[in-house]
């Protein structure tokens, strides 16, 4: 008798939803329909507060098209907002810091998915930088330190890269546009069309994608249960307490020296990634921090 009442109850809670639903009109139904599924569209998003304009057929469909391909890649996406407790705690102050709107922090995780990524072209680091780019925004770059896995180091030359770009295009779109693209090879793509919106710019592919990705990525990880994603708390990875010794003299073996600050040498290395080789030479004594965790090992 219980279940029965119980199987009537949840009948006439559905029925009242279905109608409460339809009773909807038009849009907004249709929109109450795909929430919490990888269909779902919002109705309007913005890049650095920069609206973007979806009355615009081909703008809509192209931000359709990198929706649906990241909500639909379910372990990749989950991954990138695990990584995203970790990583965005250490990028978000060094932005604003600069001046650089927050959203530049979903450039770092459609070029790199938040990991230390290598190109086929050489850019490495999760901010992707060519080895002579890195050494004009200050990176040291060699054998034994490469400071594009630096993760607070390459977002602060991310920041003097996007500034330029922001001063040059007077639009954060077009900087973030441009971070693909090249300064060059956007200006003069404006150039050539006579416009100076990214919207209205013909772009090659992979331009032409790239801030749409940066939307859906920020759409789909600030709101992840509305395409779908159901993300605990405890899955996300936590950033690790750890504390950091400055050293201004030759490490002729790292193995010994994380042997002695009571880790090991693989936990050494993947808390300083810019550490490339097994020893660090220093013979103009310049300062280095290095990060030793205080847990997780």
């Known amino acids: 008798m219980k279940t029965n009442k119980a199987l009537l109850s949840t009948f006439v809670v559905i029925l009242i939803s279905g109608i409460l639903i339809f009773g909807i009109a038009g849009d907004n139904k249709e929109k109450l329909l795909r929430e919490g599924t990888p269909m779902y569209f919002p109705t309007?998003?913005?890049f650095a507060g920069e609206p973007a304009p979806l009355q615009i057929s081909d703008v809509r469909e192209r931000l359709d098209r990198e929706l649906l391909i990241n909500a639909n890649l379910d372990a990749t996406t989950v991954l990138i907002?695990?990584?995203a407790n970790r990583a965005f705690p250490i990028i978000e102050p060094i932005l604003q810091k600069y001046g650089v709107p927050d959203d530049f922090k979903y450039l770092a995780v459609i070029e790199?998915?938040?990991?230390n990524a290598t190109s086929p072209s050489g850019a490495k680091?999760?901010?992707?930088?060519?080895?002579?780019?890195?050494?004009?925004?200050g990176m040291e770059v060699n054998e034994l330190v490469d400071e594009r896995y630096h993760l607070e180091k390459s977002t602060e030359a991310a920041c003097k890269y996007?500034?330029?770009?922001?001063?040059?295009?007077g639009s954060w779109t077009l900087a973030a546009a441009s971070y693909n693209g090249g300064m060059t090879g956007v200006g003069k793509k404006i150039d050539e069309q006579k416009v100076s919106n990214y919207y209205d710019l013909g772009l090659t592919e992979e331009t032409s994608r790239y801030v749409f990705r940066i939307l859906a990525l920020k759409e789909i990880m600030k709101n992840p249960a509305v395409y779908g994603f159901s993300i605990y708390e405890s899955d996300l990875y936590s950033r690790i307490p750890s504390k950091k010794i400055e050293v201004d003299s030759t490490i002729s073996d790292l193995a010994n020296f994380a042997k002695i600050q009571g880790i090991n040498y693989k936990i050494l290395k993947i808390h300083n990634p810019w550490l490339r080789d097994k020893k660090l030479l220093n013979p103009f004594k310049k300062k280095y921090e290095i990060e030793i965790p205080l847990s997780g090992y």
Request: glycine share 6%; hydrophobic share 45%.
């Open 112 to 115: 790199s998915g938040l990991v």
């Open 81 to 83: 907002i695990r990584r």
């Open 125 to 137: 680091g999760v901010w992707q930088f060519m080895p002579d780019t890195a050494k004009e925004k």
């Open 162 to 169: 996007l500034l330029t770009a922001k001063e040059k295009f």
């Open 44 to 46: 309007a998003v913005d």
